[in-house]
Nanobody, 125 residues
Framework: QVQLVESGGGLVQAGGSLRLSCAAS????????MAWFRQAPGKDREFVAA???????GYADFAKGRFTISRDNAKNTLNLQMNSLKPEDTAVYYC???????????????????WGQGTQVTVSS
């Protein structure tokens, strides 16, 4: 059982930046495919970015050029650097994990086995 704990959310003005982190309990973290999803009030959970076990990355269109996903396997940590934030980025952000070897990054929430509790990101206009 992998436990995931997100941190780094908060309130920021439009145009600002935040760095989210997700600490994983699993010592074999490096073998997991990881991702960030978000859910705004009244909306479905949506894909933000993913990084595979072998460091391939993928982004939702709204995240390209503004968000960067990375992982530090030595620290069992997943990160999401978010720049140029917009009010529409306001949501609860979740990290997710899935074991296994995949050719491409996983962008569907149903494919992920483990989830964190989420961290709130609020962007004011």
């Amino acid at each position: 059982q992998v436990q995931l704990v997100e941190s780094g959310g908060g309130l920021v003005q439009a145009g600002g930046s935040l760095r989210l982190s997700c600490a994983a309990s699993e010592r074999t973290f490096s073998s997991y495919n990881m991702a960030w999803f978000r859910q705004a009030p009244g909306k479905d959970r949506e894909f933000v970015a993913a990084i595979s076990w072998n460091n391939n990355t993928g982004y939702a269109d709204f995240a390209k050029g503004r968000f960067t996903i990375s992982r530090d396997n030595a620290k069992n940590t997943l990160n999401l650097q978010m720049n140029s934030l917009k009010p529409e980025d306001t949501a609860v952000y979740y990290c997710a994990a899935r074991g296994g070897v995949f050719i491409s990054t996983l962008r569907t929430s149903d494919l992920y086995e483990y989830w964190g509790q989420g961290t709130q990101v609020t962007v004011s206009s």
